[in-house]
């Protein structure tokens, strides 16, 4: 049986964040922007492990030094963006320090909005903490200016426009940090390729010595892991850089492994779909037919 100290706290509300950390009551039971240059956080207080019922989104003003990305610096040292969807389990290192602003959002106060019906298409929000979001400091002023702009509408008096105007900030929030996103991407190609290298050489080593064989199909999660990053930041980066997921270079890595064995032994159909991972041949003969407009031994025959 596991110690209860091990299980993640859960905070299904705001204001009981709040009152944990020995904050203020928030102006609004669904929203709520900290600022921790001028409020002191006790973040002492959070267990540790937790996870929240509601977004988070964190902008951490000053990153003293040079910190890492993988094995590379960061592109810009102004700041940096951290998305956390709810359920996503997160803890604090003891050294944990750094000044900025933190936006916390239930989904029910965009429940009723279209950004309620679309929020899991901003894929960061899946995304390791290291693989932040980091800003230049031209983007950093675009930040600020959206989190002043939520901050000063929480202020004001609340009518009828209030939350419609929030949930908009909220969403050209995330919308910019998409457009900074792709930037990072090419900003970082050089890195995003020694990445790819890093995934083909996993894929070629999965084929070549029949792993697939004994484990089937490699995963996006399991080849995500071994390169040391999250699933979608993986899929993301792909896109930027081939303009396909992690699962469809999968396949296509799969479709050269099977041409290159139609075209030099006389196995059956059935044998390189499992050598290649299948469970049931008829699934490798329709990806085959789908990539390639041919059944596998449609291809064979046209290759003799």
Known sequence: MKKEE?????YDSISGLHRVLGLPKPLHPLVSLIDNTSIKIEKDRLPAAFLFDFYKISYKE???GRLKYGQSYYDFEEGSLVFTAPEQVMAIADDTEYLGKTLLFHPDFIRNHPLGQ???KYGFFSYAIHEALHLSDKEKGVIVEVFRN???ELH???DDFSQDIIVSQIELLLNYSNRFYKRQFITRKAVNHDLLAKLDDLLNDYFNDQIALMKGLPTVPDLAAQLHVSSGYLSDMLRSLTGQSTQQHIHNKVIEKAKEILSVSNLSVAEIAYQLGFERPQSFNKLFKRKTKL????FRKSFN
Do not use: V
């Open 156 to 158: 004001a008096n609340i």
């Open 62 to 64: 000053k990153i003293q």
């Open 118 to 120: 679309h929020i899991k």
């Open 6 to 10: 091990n299980i993640p706290r859960k």
């Open 150 to 152: 939520i901050n000063e």
């Open 295 to 298: 059944s596998p031994l449609e």
